[in-house]
């Protein structure tokens, strides 16, 4: 409504994006809030006591920490947001987005495009799953052979 009243165009990157961002941004924070409630903050404390700058104690102590956390967030946020097939109608623009897109399919006759965009979600799911689980294991044999990687902070 704000975009009409003020003559601006709507469209996928600017309103759609505004309004998936205002569904999605509480349940984020709320997640963090948990998070923030359980972080220690001995281990800040620790590395300044070790002589760490305040960008290195970020960079090294506190982003591994609450890394998982905010890459959880994001995919949750994305999952919300990709779910939202109401808040794309109405703020998309003249371009659909994906949701829109697969909702057009399915009232007409099913196409086999539908179920191709389907198996290539799935598929793009299942990369990532796996990624995700090859970069930890990565990191958990980095630091089993090396250690962990507060010593390489200078």
Not at 39 to 64: C, H, K, M
Request: aromatic share 16%.
């Amino acid at each position: 409504m704000i975009y009409r009243v003020l003559g601006w165009e709507a469209a996928w990157y600017s309103s759609a994006f505004g309004a998936h961002l205002t569904w999605t941004l509480p349940f984020g924070l709320l997640i963090m809030f948990a998070v923030f409630n359980r972080f220690d903050q001995r281990y800040e404390e620790a590395a300044r006591d070790l002589g760490a700058t305040s960008w290195q104690t970020i960079r090294f102590v506190v982003v591994p920490i609450l890394l998982p956390s905010l890459i959880g967030v994001g995919l949750f946020g994305f999952t919300l947001s990709y779910d939202e097939f109401a808040r794309s109608l109405y703020t998309s623009g003249t371009f659909n987005t994906l949701p829109l897109e697969i909702y057009g399919m399915t009232t007409n006759v099913t196409t086999p495009v539908l179920y191709a965009l389907g198996t290539v979600t799935t598929g793009v799911s299942f990369l990532v799953i796996a990624l995700a689980l090859v970069s930890f294991a990565w990191v958990r044999r980095r630091r089993q052979r090396h250690g962990s990687d507060a010593g390489k902070a200078a």
